[in-house]
């Protein structure tokens, strides 16, 4: 079994900062890609940021150069942090992870977090 367990959600004001976490725990082989998305009210789930087990990352044009994606592979973590946070952010946000549970690749699944709620307002 595998759980992904997000925190650091939350309000803040336009203008601010939030550092989003995920962590993986459980039958854990190896972490591939990792991955932020976000869900806001009536509309569909959107990729935010990913980030490669070699650290490569990708952005979506909303967020570049606002969010930073970041991994730590001995803690089996991905961060997201948000500055210049706008109402436009505001969503629940997912983590995914592709976890592989054996030694062998096409044991390899994308695993998701429970959400995070970040609501931007003043």
């Known amino acids: 079994q595998v759980q992904l367990v997000e925190s650091g959600g939350g309000l803040v004001q336009p203008g601010g900062s939030l550092r989003l976490s995920c962590a993986a725990s459980?039958?854990?082989?190896?972490?591939?890609?990792m991955g932020w998305y976000r869900q806001a009210p009536g509309k569909e789930r959107e990729l935010v940021a990913t980030?490669?087990?070699?650290?490569?990352?990708k952005y979506a044009d909303s967020v570049k150069g606002r969010f930073t994606i970041s991994r730590d592979n001995a803690k089996n973590t991905v961060y997201l942090q948000m500055n210049s946070l706008t109402p436009e952010d505001t969503a629940v946000y997912y983590c995914?992870?592709?976890?592989?549970?054996?030694?062998?690749?096409?044991?390899?699944?994308?695993?998701w977090g429970q959400g995070t709620q970040v609501t931007v307002s003043s």
């Open positions: 459980g039958n854990i082989f190896s972490i591939n890609a």
């Open positions: 995914n992870q592709e976890i592989t549970t054996t030694p062998w690749p096409n044991s390899i699944k994308g695993y």
């Open positions: 980030i490669t087990i070699t650290s490569r990352t």
